[in-house]
Structures are given as C-alpha cells and as structure tokens.
C-alpha cells in the first residue's frame, strides 16, 4: 500500500499545500495567495483579517480535490508557516487582533498588550496548529527572535526574568515539542475548513528557511544552501549553539537540538528580479510570446548572452533599506553606451551572487569550513543563467534544489514522525532527489573575484550621498 504526505508551506506571498508519496513526488498541489499586508501605520504591518488560515484552506482544498488516492493512504501532514510572525490569541484560541507580520517592527521587541482579552502569544505555526488540532501546542524550532526560549534546550527558560523581559507571563507561552513530534490531529471544523481527513496526524517542523533546507537535502557542513525568495540568505547546518556569530546568525534546524547557520542576506532579492522583468513589460513579453516561451525564460536566454561583469555594470541590492541604515537606495552603477537592458538584468543577479559570496564567505570563516557545493533553490534556480553565476562566484559545482523545497521538508518530516522511515537521514535519501549541476569556468570566477571587492565597496562611497538625500525624499 502506498503512503501519502501533506507539506504544508506557507510563505510570505502564500500558502501552498502539496501532496507527496514516499519518494517525495508530488502527487497533487495547491496555492492560494495571500492578501496584501495591512500598514495602518509606520512599523505596523499585519495579515489582514483571518488571512493565514484563510489561505491555507483555500490550498488545502484545491489539493484535496486533486489527489487522486484514497484518502485514508494519506499518514500525516507536516506543518511549516513564516517566521517571525507574532500572533495574539483569546483564552478559546481566536485571535485577539490581527497576525503581525515578520517586517512589523512590534515582533523585535517585547510583547505589549492591546487588547485586553489576550491570554496566548504565538507564533503563525502556534495559531495554525490550534485552528487545525485545537491544541495549544507548537514546534519550538519556530521561537527565533524575541522569546524566551533556551536556545540550548529548545525548551522555555526556566529564568522568570526573561519571561517578564519579553512582555510574558508564563500562562500566555504554548507547550513545545520538537521537530518530527505530533502536534495532534485534525479536527472535524478543520476537515470542513480543508478538506484534510479529521483524525489525521498533524507534525510539527520548524521555521520556512529550516524547512526549506531540510526539504532541500542540507544536512552536511561542507554544503551552502542558497535560498532565492523575497529574502535571500546562504545558509548551512551543524550541531554548536554558536551564540555570538559576528558573520551569521545561528537559527533552529529541522531536525532536533540541531542549528541552521543562515548569513546576512538581500531583502527584496528575488523580489527585484521580478520588479525589474515586469518594468520591461513588452519589450519582453512581445518576443517571448513570438518564441512561444515565458518571459522569464526569454529575459534569462538575453541575460545568459550578456559577458559575466555585464561589462562593468555593478548593482547594489539595497531596495530595501535595513533597519541599521534607514537612509540607504539600491544603487546600479558604471553606466557607458555597452549595456542595455539585459546587461542591468544580468547585473542584479550578479549581485545576488556576490552578495552572498561576500556573507557566506565570512560565515564559512568563522564556522572553520570550506564549502564545496551550493545547492540553490527557490523559483529562480531555474534559471541556467543564475546558476552558472552561482558556480562562478563560488568556485564549486551549483545543483540545482529537490522540487517541493519547504513543502517536501514538511512531508519529510511527517513521513518520519508517523513510522515510513525510522530518521530524517534515511527520509532525506528516499524523498530528496537534487537536479543538475553546474560547474564553475575558471576565467569567470578569476574576474568575480575581483569585481566581488570592488562590489563589497561600492556602498562605502554612496552612503554619505544617500544620507543627504534622504533628508530630502525620505
């Protein structure tokens, strides 16, 4: 008899719910965007509505109504929603006011309260596993950021203090349990809600990036993840509470009392590289249409024809700013009549490379590693372009990620927790199959190397610019 998974992923943008058999296969899928964030003021930015569980359903739904099994084959569903999110819920588990947003800058300090019927503070995986299961349960490999959470135990402190310091009381924190553990069943109202079967078992992950790492294969050292979303990061595993990194931060893994490393990273990376294509709108799409392919596809062949350096164009990712330097613009620099359009395409996704290059590098520094892969994924490792400049700037074979990313790491997971396979290392040999390879040409990494320094530079000699003009356009 075959088994059947659940990876549910659900992202910045939206939720997606797979179903995947015991070799990591999708059987059938769906997605559901998500609405747009809600700004009714500065540093407030929340999910509108009931919007996460909202989505979800939707998902869930569709790729209920394609599975093509039956639906008592299906052994469980893994969990995995955005990180960071903080969401405040009433004594019955409702919420208390809308989910907050990772780039709500109320979800970097302590918790205040605003509404008088709030008795839980979770995080977005805490609020979807009550509303599929009824339990007030949630992994503790979703607690980074301003929790009082052991990092070295995944377990609550046991220092009241750093309860009171978050804002908390103990009464109002969910009971943790670790990766690959039950978090409870479906309920009917949930079944109704999704289409999932009630009774099945619902597994608790982690955090996106850690699923998507463990969905990916990452589980050596000596191998770079590079993750190509709205936020792009490298990131790599191991078993230290490095708690003090200067080059990275150390994040919860997937797996158990284990760490994901994850480096400074681009803000609005992927994002960019979509901004940038829909700005070309038919100068694009025209020619697409006439080569009967899409225009990522087209844009990614012009760029490929592009020299690597796009010919001294050199673009700097801050579109959007940090938080640490609030006055600092993306910048695109070394204009002469060589380059067109493409060269500044090519430009971007250059500096998507040489910016984690430049991270991941001092990571692997300060780690005492050598990478000798990336392995990239996200929508744009199906770019040959993009990973040809990956390789080049890395100087070590790019393979492209397994197909399902967060969503296969999900269903990993749940194959492990219900019994299919007895540990993540045997599920990651039977679900996770990598794609091509590219390997590195040595005169292009010669000239990324240089061009790596002087792009490191660039933000030294435009950042007192930018200071001046952001007195004048914010």
């Keep these: 008899m075959s088994r059947y998974f659940i990876g549910i992923d659900n992202g910045s943008q939206s939720s997606k719910v797979s179903v995947f058999d015991e070799h990591g296969r999708v059987v059938s899928e769906g997605r559901s965007a998500l609405r747009p964030y809600d700004t009714p003021r500065p540093g407030v930015v929340e999910h509108p509505d009931d919007d996460l569980w909202t989505s979800i359903g939707a998902a869930a739904r569709q790729a209920m109504a394609a599975f093509p099994g039956d639906p008592a084959d299906i052994a469980g569903a893994g969990l995995c929603t955005i990180r960071f999110c903080r969401a405040v819920l009433k004594a019955d588990g409702t919420l208390a006011q809308p989910v907050m947003s990772w780039m709500d800058a109320r979800v970097s300090g302590p918790y205040e309260r605003a509404t008088p019927d709030a008795a839980y503070v979770t995080t977005s995986s805490g609020y979807i596993t009550h509303r599929l299961t009824g339990q007030f349960r949630d992994t503790a490999a979703n607690y980074a950021g301003m929790w009082p959470l052991d990092s070295d135990t995944f377990g609550w402190t046991t220092d009241d203090a750093r309860v009171a310091e978050a804002g908390l009381d103990r009464s109002m924190l969910f009971e943790l349990v670790q990766p690959g ?49 709205t936020y792009v990061a490298g990131m790599t595993t191991g078993s230290r509470n490095v708690k003090h990194g200067t080059g990275f931060w150390t994040n919860y893994a997937a797996t158990p009392h284990a760490y994901l490393y994850e480096s400074s990273g681009v803000r609005r990376g992927m994002w960019t590289v979509s901004w940038y294509r829909d700005l070309l709108g038919e100068e694009v799409a025209a020619p697409a249409r006439e080569a009967g392919i899409s225009a990522e596809e087209y844009i990614n062949r012009q760029a490929a024809l592009v020299p690597p350096g796009s010919e001294g164009l050199i673009t700097v990712l801050d579109w959007l700013a940090p938080t640490e330097a609030p006055y600092r613009k993306g910048s695109i620099l070394g204009f002469d009549g060589r380059q067109g359009r493409f060269h500044i395409y090519r430009s971007i996704l250059e500096a998507l490379a040489l910016t984690i290059g430049e991270t991941a590098g001092k990571m692997a520094a300060e780690l005492g590693t050598r990478f000798e892969e990336v392995v990239v994924s996200g929508g744009g490792s199906a770019s040959d372009v993009i990973m040809q400049i990956f390789a080049d700037v890395f100087d070590v074979p790019a393979r492209r990620a397994a197909a399902g990313g967060a969503g296969l790491g999900a269903a990993l997971t749940a194959a492990v927790a219900t019994g299919t396979y007895p540990d993540f290392d045997g599920a990651v040999d039977a679900m996770v199959r990598t794609g091509e390879a590219f390997t590195p040409v040595p005169a292009h990494h010669a000239l990324y190397t240089k061009l790596r320094k002087i792009h490191a530079e660039a933000r030294h000699h435009t950042d007192g610019l930018y200071r001046e003009s952001h007195e004048l356009f914010g």
Excluded: F, Q
């Design 181 to 229: 553990d039950i978090l409870g069943a479906v309920t009917e109202a949930a079944a109704a809600h999704t289409g999932i079967p009630a009774g099945l078992p619902v597994v608790a992950t982690a955090n996106d990036k850690a699923v998507e790492a463990l969905g990916s294969g990452l589980r050596s050292a000596d191998t770079l993840l590079v993750s190509l979303g």
